[in-house]
């Protein structure tokens, strides 16, 4: 066996994988912290170790950060059973799992996004890292592939607090033939199973959240209402997210997950419109998100296909980036052309995968779950 | 001015003519939309609390704020007098300014006192004094029932709960951030 001889007093031991067999001390007796390796023997007076030699000698202590990766085992293999699950889960409804480039082109061009470069590409143009794969997954749709998803690594920068760090792991999934609908029901379906699958009972699993009693839904228009006493149609776009992350978003998901549906048409990005509900505003987005305890979990969109429609709001977008004096990516040629040649209705979905399992283990940041979180800003002040 | 960038904790910013205290500050982002931080604040005078939120790149004004050491004097009918350690000034404030610091006022204590726009606005004592026991019940002697307490009142009128065994005229350790009795100390 081998492993890490800690010095204890009357409890010397020789720290292994299957965690902390008590061996009384061979002689002579390693430092503090080296790694060993040595023979067990056990018999009348007990197990111990009957000759050992030295591995790599602990010339310096455990930092923080190692310490610290020794204790998050339990959320790492969390991790580990939740990423599996999931691969499961879209594989054994027929979702073919894709992975596709992490640096591209054009990484996304809502103008709220702030992308890395990456370096420069074969054609001599810049290259960046991907904000979400949304752009490489929809032309397999076009190709004809009805059930695809991918777990992807995703970077956006400027975007870093409790629930955001600026590299992040995004569940996305893609169904043709399909709405918003049958979107909210895979949710509906996934939440309680994702629970179980961290040894979390779907009934108790998220703290004044049960995942086993469907998903409550609310209009945008109707919810804003309600929480803020103003139409939302009537203020601009930045009075009303200031409102929404300040009274709207915070009360969502409590009790039951909340989808939230029927956006207004300039948070569109790439979902189509279509006339709004009765008593709101004429026309609205087809998009639709996830909130859990005041968190946004997940996107969703009916796909925009018009690809006149498209590339007039990624022109927009760009126009918007040019003026904010924003890296401004070129158009995603192939990407429209798979519009071009026609993609069939679809409905989109970008899950945060890190956050979800966040909360799933009632814990109160990303950083208390991923083992090099970005620090959060600088040292509190006093 | 301070941006958004730098919001932290235990920041001090004035608002509408006021200073307060940022004590929390959380980076949010709808997903199709523009960044904010929503901010908890508490008015370093008053003791009120406020919640802002701040566009990404919006900015508050920093507080003029600068902590003294000063110890205390002596009360002087409703006032109580303190001098400043580094420029031996002194200064003399009414109790009502004090807030719970006055429970914890004996002869030469130090304190912090933080001067906002050359103005007193707060006294901030030690985070433990001792002080002593002057009206306390006798103790019952064999009653060992734990947890069970009875009141004490301080030389400064404060009232702290203590333990049945404790008596009158002894010394107690205070938290005073909880106001509550640690422990005793011989004098």
């Given at each position: 066996?081998?492993?890490?001889?800690?010095?204890?007093?009357?409890?010397?031991?020789?720290?292994?994988?299957?965690?902390?067999?008590?061996?009384?001390?061979?002689?002579?007796?390693?430092?503090?912290?080296?790694?060993?390796?040595?023979?067990?023997?056990?018999?009348?007076?007990?197990?111990?170790?009957?000759?050992?030699?030295?591995?790599?000698?602990?010339?310096?202590?455990?930092?923080?950060?190692?310490?610290?990766?020794?204790?998050?085992?339990?959320?790492?293999?969390?991790?580990?059973?939740?990423?599996?699950?999931?691969?499961?889960?879209?594989?054994?409804?027929?979702?073919?799992?894709?992975?596709?480039?992490?640096?591209?082109?054009?990484?996304?061009?809502?103008?709220?996004?702030?992308p890395f470069a990456a370096?420069?590409?074969?054609?001599?143009?810049?290259?960046?890292?991907?904000?979400?794969?949304?752009?490489?997954?929809?032309?397999?749709?076009?190709?004809?592939?009805?059930?695809?998803?991918?777990?992807?690594?995703?970077?956006?920068?400027?975007?870093?607090?409790?629930?955001?760090?600026?590299?992040?792991?995004?569940?996305?999934?893609?169904?043709?033939?399909?709405?918003?609908?049958?979107?909210?029901?895979?949710?509906?379906?996934?939440?309680?199973?994702?629970?179980?699958?961290?040894?979390?009972?779907?009934?108790?699993?998220?703290?004044?959240?049960?995942?086993?009693?469907?998903?409550?839904?609310?209009?945008?228009?109707?919810?804003?209402?309600?929480?803020?006493?103003?139409?939302?149609?009537?203020?601009?776009?930045?009075?009303?997210?200031?409102?929404?992350?300040?009274?709207?978003?915070?009360?969502?998901?409590?009790?039951?997950?909340?989808?939230?549906?029927?956006?207004?048409?300039?948070?569109?990005?790439?979902?189509?419109?279509?006339?709004?509900?009765?008593?709101?505003?004429?026309?609205?987005?087809?998009?639709?998100?996830?909130?859990?305890?005041?968190?946004?979990?997940?996107?969703?969109?009916?796909?925009?296909?018009?690809?006149?429609?498209?590339?007039?709001?990624?022109?927009?977008?760009?126009?918007?980036?040019?003026?904010?004096?924003?890296?401004?990516?070129p158009l995603d040629e192939?990407?429209?052309?798979?519009?071009?040649?026609?993609?069939?209705?679809?409905?989109?979905?970008?899950?945060?995968?890190?956050?979800?399992?966040?909360?799933?283990?009632?814990?109160?940041?990303?950083?208390?779950?991923?083992?090099?979180?970005?620090?959060?800003?600088?040292?509190?002040?006093? | 001015?301070?941006?958004?960038?730098?919001?932290?904790?235990?920041?001090?910013?004035?608002?509408?003519?006021?200073?307060?205290?940022?004590?929390?500050?959380?980076?949010?982002?709808?997903?199709?939309?523009?960044?904010?931080?929503?901010?908890?604040?508490?008015?370093?005078?008053?003791?009120?609390?406020?919640?802002?939120?701040?566009?990404?790149?919006?900015?508050?004004?920093?507080?003029?704020?600068?902590?003294?050491?000063?110890?205390?004097?002596?009360?002087?009918?409703?006032?109580?007098?303190?001098?400043?350690?580094?420029?031996?000034?002194?200064?003399?404030?009414?109790?009502?300014?004090?807030?719970?610091?006055?429970?914890?006022?004996?002869?030469?204590?130090?304190?912090?006192?933080?001067?906002?726009?050359?103005?007193?606005?707060?006294?901030?004592?030690?985070?433990?004094?001792?002080?002593?026991?002057?009206?306390?019940?006798?103790?019952?002697?064999?009653?060992?029932?734990?947890?069970?307490?009875?009141?004490?009142?301080?030389?400064?009128?404060?009232?702290?709960h203590v333990p049945l065994?404790?008596?009158?005229?002894?010394?107690?350790?205070?938290?005073?951030?909880?106001?509550?009795?640690?422990?005793?100390?011989?004098?």
């Amino acid at each position: 066996m081998a492993g890490r001889y800690h010095h204890g007093g009357a409890s010397d031991h020789l720290e292994d994988e299957s965690a902390g067999l008590g061996l009384p001390p061979a002689s002579p007796r390693p430092d503090d912290g080296d790694l060993v390796a040595g023979t067990l023997l056990v018999d009348d007076d007990g197990p111990r170790l009957s000759e050992w030699r030295l591995l790599a000698p602990a010339h310096a202590p455990a930092t923080a950060t190692l310490r610290r990766l020794a204790s998050l085992r339990p959320r790492l293999e969390a991790r580990r059973d939740f990423h599996h699950f999931l691969r499961e889960h879209f594989t054994s409804r027929g979702f073919l799992e894709l992975e596709t480039p992490t640096r591209v082109l054009n990484p996304g061009l809502e103008p709220q996004l702030a992308p890395f470069a990456a370096g420069v590409g074969s054609d001599g143009s810049t290259r960046y890292l991907i904000t979400s794969p949304e752009l490489h997954l929809k032309p397999f749709l076009s190709a004809g592939y009805e059930r695809i998803f991918e777990l992807a690594r995703c970077f956006r920068d400027d975007e870093l607090g409790p629930w955001h760090q600026p590299e992040f792991t995004m569940l996305e999934w893609y169904r043709s033939h399909a709405d918003l609908d049958a979107l909210a029901d895979d949710l509906a379906e996934l939440l309680p199973l994702a629970a179980e699958a961290v040894g979390r009972r779907p009934d108790t699993a998220v703290t004044s959240c049960r995942l086993d009693r469907g998903l409550h839904r609310e209009s945008y228009h109707d919810v804003f209402h309600e929480r803020t006493g103003q139409s939302a149609a009537e203020l601009d776009f930045d009075e009303r997210q200031r409102l929404f992350v300040e009274r709207v978003e915070p009360s969502l998901g409590w009790g039951v997950p909340t989808l939230l549906l029927d956006y207004p048409v300039d948070e569109a990005a790439l979902a189509r419109r279509r006339p709004g509900p009765p008593g709101g505003p004429a026309e609205v987005a087809a998009r639709m998100e996830l909130f859990l305890c005041g968190k946004e979990i997940a996107n969703a969109f009916d796909e925009l296909t018009d690809p006149d429609e498209q590339r007039r709001r990624h022109e927009a977008d760009r126009e918007t980036r040019r003026a904010a004096g924003d890296l401004v990516p070129p158009l995603d040629e192939g990407f429209l052309a798979a519009l071009e040649h026609g993609m069939p209705p679809s409905a989109g979905i970008a899950l945060g995968v890190d956050r979800l399992l966040t909360l799933l283990l009632g814990l109160s940041s990303l950083d208390e779950l991923l083992p090099f979180p970005e620090p959060a800003g600088g040292p509190e002040l006093q | 001015m301070i941006d958004t960038s730098k919001f932290r904790k235990g920041l001090k910013v004035e608002i509408d003519g006021q200073p307060f205290i940022m004590t929390e500050s959380q980076f949010v982002k709808p997903g199709k939309g523009q960044a904010f931080n929503r901010c908890k604040f508490k008015n370093l005078i008053s003791g009120a609390t406020l919640e802002r939120t701040y566009k990404s790149g919006e900015s508050i004004a920093k507080a003029d704020i600068v902590d003294e050491e000063m110890q205390f004097l002596y009360q002087s009918g409703d006032d109580y007098v303190f001098m400043n350690n580094r420029t031996y000034e002194q200064l003399e404030l009414p109790s009502d300014q004090l807030g719970d610091a006055k429970n914890y006022l004996t002869e030469n204590l130090e304190v912090q006192i933080q001067i906002w726009n050359g103005k007193p606005i707060s006294v901030e004592p030690p985070n433990f004094v001792e002080l002593e026991i002057t009206q306390c019940d006798p103790g019952v002697r064999g009653d060992t029932v734990s947890g069970a307490t009875k009141p004490a009142t301080m030389s400064t009128g404060h009232v702290v709960h203590v333990p049945l065994f404790i008596e009158q005229g002894e010394w107690l350790r205070i938290d005073t951030r909880t106001g509550e009795y640690v422990d005793r100390v011989k004098k």
